[in-house]
């Protein structure tokens, strides 16, 4: 997937923010599950992801290229 959510994971390292406390917050373990794994998630949860983090989304993801070029 060239999308990563490896911002997101650094950013939640820094802020002291676990998993848990998102799904108190009402994110899906299955989103969450999702996210760990960098598979794609909606917008509409990325909106909320930043509100929940007070954040832009460029802080959450990073785009990392087609792995698939020849």
Same mark, same amino acid.
């Given at each position: 997937m060239p999308i990563s959510f490896n911002p997101m994971r650094l950013y939640m390292g820094k802020h002291n923010i676990?998993?848990?406390y998102l799904?108190?917050?009402? %994110?899906d373990a299955?989103?969450?599950q999702r996210i760990r794994?960098?598979?794609p998630i909606?917008?509409?949860t990325l909106g909320k992801l930043c509100k929940i983090l007070n954040c832009q989304p460029g802080?959450? %993801?990073e785009y990392l290229g087609d792995t698939n070029e020849s």
């Open positions: 676990s998993y848990y799904a108190n917050q009402g %994110i299955r989103t969450l794994h960098d598979r909606t917008t509409e802080e959450l %993801i």
